[in-house]
């Protein structure tokens, strides 16, 4: 377990700081600057989940690890029919008619790109409209004998003509949009880690990918002011944990809050991670909402917007 109080400590110190007096809770919902936006979400198990409008015409999978993920097992869950193999999710998701579909991938971990190259040449020979985002130097470097491997042409696939984005940069396709943000993680090629800012449905989403919590989280929270984060939260070996997940939604300054990635493995936290993240969450900041999720089920949000987004 982590420590919410010497870490949030430091961590608060240095973000105020670093804004130089600027509040890094960014609370400002009642006026937010529209009307709640509805966004459906499904959490695949581990890191990986899915976001989409509510009718469908835009799916977001953040991740790719699908008929290969463990995330159920803890759960007592069967994992369902449309997940449990590439054609029987190619189907599912073909037969929900995307007008786009992107997946964006964090890093390149088994457990959140094992079923990466088996996913898209699949979507592709079925007409599904796909394309894939993810840190530029993987993308356009790292990745490409792979996508080559898997006969996909990344120029074509990959956002950005191929190329990707890097830190502080965006992508957009169709109506949804991208920008790159740093985590505190490591890579199996040595490529920087990643989370997102997305927008999609009318919603800002900070999808913080496997990280720890760091100072920066803060800038994350002035520059882009996401209404909802999804968050690593089940410290073991790989990432922070429940009560530093808490912490770094509080610095983002988001409303509405989402934990993933635990229960997934025996060196993470198990299926009470949530409730963990949920009480930290009330010591932390009781003003952001949580939702718990369970693997396999799609749970419809209605997300208020930050008002401090122009």
Not at 124 to 139: C, I, N
């Given at each position: 377990?982590?420590?919410?109080?010497?870490?949030?400590?430091?961590?608060?110190?240095?973000?105020?700081?670093?804004?130089?007096?600027?509040?890094?809770?960014?609370?400002?919902?009642?006026?937010?600057?529209?009307?709640p936006a509805t966004l459906r979400i499904r959490w695949y198990g581990g890191g990986v989940y899915e976001l989409a409008t509510p009718d469908d015409k835009t799916i977001v999978l953040v991740?790719?690890?699908i008929w290969n993920n463990t995330g159920f097992k803890a759960f007592g869950i069967e994992k369902p029919a449309e997940l449990s193999s590439p054609a029987a999710y190619v189907a599912h998701i073909k037969g929900r008619r995307p007008e786009a579909m992107v997946v964006a991938l964090t890093h390149d971990h088994g457990d959140h790109?094992?079923?990466?190259?088996?996913?898209?040449?699949?979507?592709?020979?079925?007409?599904?409209?796909?394309?894939?985002?993810?840190?530029?130097?993987?993308?356009?470097?790292?990745?490409v004998p792979k996508f080559k491997a898997a006969g996909v042409d990344s120029t074509q696939v990959v956002l950005n003509g191929g190329a990707g984005i890097n830190m502080g940069g965006?992508?957009?396709?169709?109506?949804?949009?991208?920008?790159?943000v740093p985590a505190v993680h490591s890579t199996a090629s040595g490529f920087p880690p990643a989370g997102f800012i997305i927008d999609i449905g009318g919603a800002r989403i900070y999808a913080s990918g496997d990280t720890d919590v760091y100072g920066d989280m803060a800038l994350v929270g002035?520059?882009?002011h996401p209404?909802?984060?999804?968050?690593?939260?089940?410290?073991?070996?790989?990432?922070?944990?429940p009560d530093d997940a808490a912490y770094a939604c509080k610095l983002a300054g988001v409303g509405q809050a989402i934990p993933v990635h635990y229960a997934h493995n025996p060196l993470v936290v198990g299926i009470h991670c949530g409730e963990l993240f949920r009480s930290a969450m009330g010591r932390i900041d009781p003003k952001i909402a949580v939702?718990?999720?369970?693997?396999?089920?799609?749970?419809?949000?209605?997300?208020?917007r930050n008002a401090a987004r122009v």
């Open positions: 377990m982590s420590d919410p109080l010497s870490r949030g400590e430091f961590f608060g110190v240095t973000a105020v700081a670093g804004a130089a007096g600027a509040s890094v809770s960014g609370h400002e919902f009642a006026a937010a600057s529209g009307p991740d790719a690890w790109m094992g079923d990466y190259f088996e996913l898209l040449p699949a979507l592709l020979a079925a007409g599904v409209e796909v394309k894939t985002v993810g840190q530029s130097d993987l993308m356009r470097v790292g990745l965006t992508a957009a396709y169709k109506e949804t949009k991208f920008e790159l002035m520059r882009y209404d909802l984060a999804v968050v690593c939260s089940g410290n073991g070996a790989f990432t922070m944990g939702t718990l999720l369970r693997p396999g089920e799609t749970t419809t949000l209605t997300i208020a």
